[in-house]
Structures are given as C-alpha cells and as structure tokens.
C-alpha cells in the first residue's frame, strides 16, 4: 500500500531551519529563500509555524553545491560534527 506524499513526510528525518542555517553556513532567511526557490524541501505544519526541512533535501543541496565549485574533498570530521542529533555514526 502507498503511503500518501504528504504522510510520508512525517516518517522521513528532518531538521529545523537554525539548524541548517548552521550546517551550511548561512542565515535563516537565506534558508527560507532556498526553501521557496525550491532548493531545499521544507514544509510547516501551520502557517508562520517553524519549518521542518528534510535532511535529504540539506544533503542533496550540499552536495550541488560542492559538485558547482569542487569542493568534494570535505573533512569528513567536519561532516560528523554537524550532523543532526542522533545521526552521527561511531566507531
């Protein structure tokens, strides 16, 4: 059976907006335009709610944006540090 999109939203991991801005190094509003240019998928359950953005979407968007400079050799120990809560892998 499939899932409706917008239920299977609520089973994949996502992260606010502060977060983000954090991870890549930029301002909420600069998150809010990604999310409206649709470069990054985030939703709010509410209007003037908070925003809950895919991790997915964060990771794809980081991903164009090394591939567009060549920036793929990151420190992976940067990677780990700023993975979300419950995210980080240990040895």
């Given at each position: 059976?499939?899932?409706?999109?917008?239920?299977?939203?609520?089973?994949?991991?996502?992260?606010?907006?502060?977060?983000?801005?954090?991870?890549?190094?930029?301002?909420?509003?600069?998150?809010?335009?990604?999310?409206?240019?649709?470069?990054?998928?985030?939703?709010?359950?509410?209007?003037?709610?908070?925003?809950?953005?895919?991790?997915?979407?964060?990771?794809?968007?980081?991903?164009?944006?090394?591939?567009?400079?060549?920036?793929?050799?990151?420190?992976?120990?940067?990677?780990?540090?700023?993975?979300?809560d419950?995210?980080?892998?240990?040895?």
């Amino acid at each position: 059976m499939n899932r409706p999109e917008q239920l299977s939203l609520f089973s994949e991991h996502k992260v606010d907006s502060s977060w983000v801005a954090r991870h890549l190094g930029i301002s909420e509003p600069t998150v809010l335009r990604l999310i409206k240019k649709e470069l990054l998928e985030g939703f709010q359950l509410v209007p003037r709610g908070s925003w809950h953005i895919l991790y997915e979407s964060v990771l794809k968007y980081e991903a164009s944006i090394r591939e567009k400079y060549g920036l793929n050799n990151v420190d992976s120990a940067a990677q780990k540090r700023h993975q979300p809560d419950g995210q980080r892998r240990h040895k």
